[in-house]
């Protein structure tokens, strides 16, 4: 009997050092451009705080923290540079899913956990990298990228920090993805 070819479909990616390099030349064009590097958390800042002018504007202008952030940042927050390079993130990532046939509805997780207490757990390290991220003045795109591209001592600190604090802890949380 004659064995059944069959065809797996392979998910073709982007090979990870060309990205890496064309992630150095987006964070290169930025400091150009901008006078500035990339960041994320920047962009959440700007958005909690339009959100929260618009439910309690008594609250924002009784507020130091908003009060310097509207003085720094202008009347609009939703106008900062960061905004357009989240939105830019989010679509560009649509686009190249839906172009290379990814876009699905579905939670990835090893067959030892449940989809529930994966997205748990992602609400829980995403919460608590956010919390980090305002402590460290920035995300790891913000502070430690940017950072190291500037030669910043602050930065190879971050990244050293970031990657040494994920090594330590992968043991203890390893069943959640393998």
Known sequence: MAKKEQTVKKTKYLNPYLGGVLLGLV???????????????????????????????????????????????????MKSWLVFEMLGVVVGGFLSGALAGRLKVKVEHSPKITSKRRLAFALMGGILFGFGSQLGRGCTSGSALSGMAVISLGGFISMAAIFGTAFALAYFFRKNWI
Do not use: M, W
Request: no cysteine; hydrophobic share 45%; net charge positive.
């Open 27 to 77: 964070l290169l064009a930025a400091n150009y451009v901008s006078g500035r590097g990339l960041g994320a958390s920047g962009a959440i800042k700007s958005a909690v705080v339009a959100a929260v002018k618009t439910v309690a504007p008594a609250h924002t202008e009784k507020a130091v923290f908003y009060q310097e952030y509207a003085n720094s940042h202008g009347e609009n927050s």
